[in-house]
């Protein structure tokens, strides 16, 4: 953690003392890269993962950000689903290859 540069913002969706989601964003030159997000699986689909990504724009914009933007995994339709739900849509794609 001591290498992200930038203003970092780190979120906690709980509910008592149980963590049912986590999410990491990090505002740098007037945007928020979302580096992060994950929803206890037993908690999917009942709008955490929502909350979560508005926290983090509103937190965002009260910076000053001009945009956000994140990495989704194209085997990910959930998450993918989400984040066009806000908005955001691809603007560049690639894929891994291994050697093993």
Known sequence: ???ITGHP???TFQRDDEVLGV???VYESAWLGIFGMQTRQSMRG???GS???KGLADWAVA???LGLYL???QSNPRARALYERFGFR???AYHYRTLF
């Open 51 to 53: 909350l979560m990504l």
């Open 90 to 92: 691809t603007v560049y």
């Open 1 to 3: 953690m001591k290498q």
């Open 23 to 25: 999410a990491l964003g």
């Open 46 to 48: 009942k709008g955490i």
């Open 9 to 11: 913002a780190f979120l």
């Open 71 to 73: 990495q989704v995994e």
């Open 63 to 65: 910076q000053g950000a």
